[in-house]
């Protein structure tokens, strides 16, 4: 059983910066890989990044590539998204995942955080 708890969100305006932190409890961390996705208002949830379990290989949604990093600090059971360059269209509230997949279907994943919100404007 892992348990994540996102934090990070906040308002910014568009061009800004955000770093999200997700903290996971066990002692199992890194045998996961890690995900973030985000909802917007009336859309589907969707997927934004992923790590695999030691860090080694990440990938990004089309959409962030360029602008969003994802890392992870297995000592600290913490995986991060660092989002730079904010778009309005990057509002949305943001959740981190983790998987014994490294994938980017949300189906792929067993554990969820409870979500942070991004609002950016413009």
């Known amino acids: 059983q892992v348990q994540l708890v996102e934090s990070g969100g906040g308002l910014v305006q568009a061009g800004g910066s955000l770093r999200l932190s997700c903290a996971a409890s066990?002692?199992?961390?890194?045998?996961?890989?890690m995900g973030w996705f985000r909802q917007a208002p009336a859309k589907e949830r969707e997927f934004v990044s992923a790590i695999t379990s030691s860090g080694g290989s990440v990938t990004y949604a089309t959409s962030v590539k360029g602008r969003f990093t994802i890392s992870r600090d297995n000592a600290e059971n913490t995986v991060y998204l660092q989002m730079t360059s904010l778009k309005p269209e990057d509002t949305a509230v943001y959740y981190c995942?983790?998987?014994?997949?490294?994938?980017?279907?949300?189906?792929?994943?067993?554990?969820w955080g409870q979500g942070t919100q991004v609002t950016v404007s413009s």
């Open positions: 995942a983790a998987g014994v997949l490294w994938a980017t279907r949300a189906a792929d994943y067993d554990y």
């Open positions: 066990g002692r199992t961390f890194s045998r996961y890989a």
